[in-house]
């Protein structure tokens, strides 16, 4: 497909929100359009979070404008374009007086492609990465090294053509957007990139309730369909996780894979929400 429309939406209103019927409606909403796919939510503490992914985006949106939701609650939608690589944006209210009011459409274009290298910040420090996989909302990337306090020379970037995944200290599924609004320095290309040589790993999938894990694998690519199985205790925690949507998560792993390798996919337990 050539557009895919990502959601998220903000509930700031956090202690006056049933966030288990919230999660029921949105769970309905998905089981009754096949083109919306609901991937949960959670708390960075200064919001409940819930992710939806969709084909289009008016259906979607008018079932979203149907649920009570708290005041100040607000969708952002993205609507990426693989085709020209462009990326249109609006917000919209889902509470209050304002609700339905959108902004209008911001629109850009994406630059990065499988194979560029980048800074992630980290704490006071940077540490370099690279592009190994890119979806429409996600991407894989290998990170390399230790900190450092500043860019690669050219002559040190074109020293690791010969970089490959083993080389890496961790990689991680994560969103390229801190990378598509400049928040992260993008390095380009920089080196020759042969993606046969970066095949997609397996990742880890933990299902709650049950305490399940479970190896994921997409044959067909980040945006393809997905395989799984579910994996012996004796091989917990050692893929890195399918879902990190939040920087504490990333910066974790990240963290771990710098001062404690063994323990780099080990995820911190989640508290339940909302707090008693």
């Known amino acids: 497909m050539s557009g895919v429309v990502s959601v998220l939406i903000e509930v700031p209103d956090m202690a006056n929100a049933n966030i288990e019927s919230l999660d029921e409606q949105l769970r309905a909403v998905a089981d009754r359009t096949p083109t919306v796919d ?21 259906p979607l949106v008018t079932d979203l404008t149907r649920i009570a939701w708290p005041p100040g609650t607000v969708v952002r939608v993205t609507v990426r374009n693989s085709k020209d690589r462009s990326m249109r944006r609006f917000d919209m209210a889902l509470a209050g007086e304002l609700k339905g009011a959108r902004t209008n459409d911001r629109v850009t274009h994406s630059r990065l492609a499988a194979g560029d290298w980048f800074l992630l910040p980290l704490d006071d420090d940077l540490v370099l990465a690279r592009i190994a996989h890119l979806g429409h909302f996600r991407m894989l990337m290998y990170v390399f090294g230790g900190r450092r306090a500043s860019a690669p020379s050219f002559e040190e970037l074109s020293s690791l053509s010969t970089a490959r995944p083993t080389d890496a200290i961790a990689h991680v599924l994560y969103e390229p957007s801190p990378l598509e609004n400049g928040s992260w320095t993008w390095l380009g290309p920089g080196t020759v990139f042969d993606p046969d040589e970066w095949p997609l790993p397996e990742f880890e999938d933990v299902f709650s309730p049950t305490a399940q894990h479970f190896a994921r694998w997409y044959p067909d690519g980040l945006d393809g369909d997905f395989e799984t199985r579910e994996l012996p205790k004796s091989e917990w925690w050692q893929r890195s996780p399918n879902s990190v949507w939040n920087r504490s998560d990333l910066d974790g792993i990240v963290r771990r894979a710098l001062d404690d390798p063994h323990s780099r996919y080990v995820m911190p337990a989640r508290n339940d929400w909302p707090p008693t």
């Open 38 to 58: 609901y991937d949960g939510g959670g708390s960075d503490g200064a919001n409940y979070d819930f992710f939806l992914w969709a084909d289009t985006v008016d």
